[in-house]
T-cell receptor, first 113, second 116 residues
Framework: GENVEQHPSTLSVQEGDSAVIKCTYSDSASNYFPWYKQELGKGPQLIIDIRSNVGEKKDQRIAVTLNKTAKHFSLHITETQPEDSAVYFCAASTYSSASKIIFGSGTRLSIRP | DAGVIQSPRHEVTEMGQEVTLRCKPISGHDYLFWYRQTMMRGLELLIYFNNNVPIDDSGMPEDRFSAKMPNASFSTLKIQPSEPRDSAVYFC??????????????FGEGSRLTVL
């Protein structure tokens, strides 16, 4: 089955700097890669996703890139702000295993003022 | 819409007791998921329902766990008897259709379970 690895587990960046979180997946059939943000005491919330027919996707200060050959995908946050502090999860899924989204282990991002 | 509603938010119980966690999905969502979150294992899918029917329960850890969805607006996750290793945050999520199609799971705020 699918296995998703996520790095780093913790990340601290200065406010205004960029943050990058990286994930790898094992199942070459995976074709859907969402990213979720979990704030303290809340459930995860989708912030951006990418499908295998796209190499990059941007939404304001966040962007995701996908390298299907290497089975890598990454989340980039630019101009970080205090409200970006949270735990971020990458995930992977295939249409053949509908609804079985496999999550990475999470990255705790802290923004230093 | 109020979003996915879970109860209780916190539950502390003693080993051997029965625990029931409840979930109200977003109205109109045909898919309901139960996840468990722990430090060691991260977010694990336990079971999911489509139109109130359990589709995949391969993530349910053992027979002590059971889940039901008697109607489109209510689901329960029951642990009987509970054990300390069941301590975790349990999330319910719903979606309009399988996530690969729609791209979004809507999570509740979770039920934090502590088994002493």
């Amino acid at each position: 089955g699918e296995n998703v690895e996520q790095h780093p587990s913790t990340l601290s960046v200065q406010e205004g700097d960029s943050a990058v979180i990286k994930c790898t997946y094992s199942d070459s059939a995976s074709n859907y890669f969402p990213w979720y943000k979990q704030e303290l005491g809340k459930g995860p919330q989708l912030i951006i996703d990418i499908r295998s027919n796209v190499g990059e996707k941007k939404d304001q200060r966040i962007a995701v890139t996908l390298n299907k050959t290497a089975k890598h995908f990454s989340l980039h946050i630019t101009e970080t702000q205090p409200e970006d502090s949270a735990v971020y999860f990458c995930a992977a899924s295939t249409y053949s295993s509908a609804s079985k989204i496999i999550f990475g282990s999470g990255t705790r991002l802290s923004i230093r003022p | 819409d109020a979003g996915v509603i879970q109860s209780p938010r916190h539950e502390v119980t003693e080993m051997g007791q029965e625990v029931t966690l409840r979930c109200k999905p977003i109205s109109g969502h045909d898919y309901l998921f139960w996840y468990r979150q722990t430090m060691m294992r991260g977010l694990e899918l336990l079971i999911y329902f489509n139109n109130n029917v359990p589709i995949d329960d391969s993530g349910m850890p053992e027979d002590r766990f059971s889940a039901k969805m008697p109607n489109a607006s209510f689901s329960t996750l029951k642990i009987q008897p509970s054990e300390p290793r069941d301590s975790a945050v349990y999330f319910c999520a719903s979606s309009l259709s399988p996530p690969p199609s729609t791209g979004e799971l809507f999570f509740g705020e979770g039920s934090r379970l502590t088994v002493l």
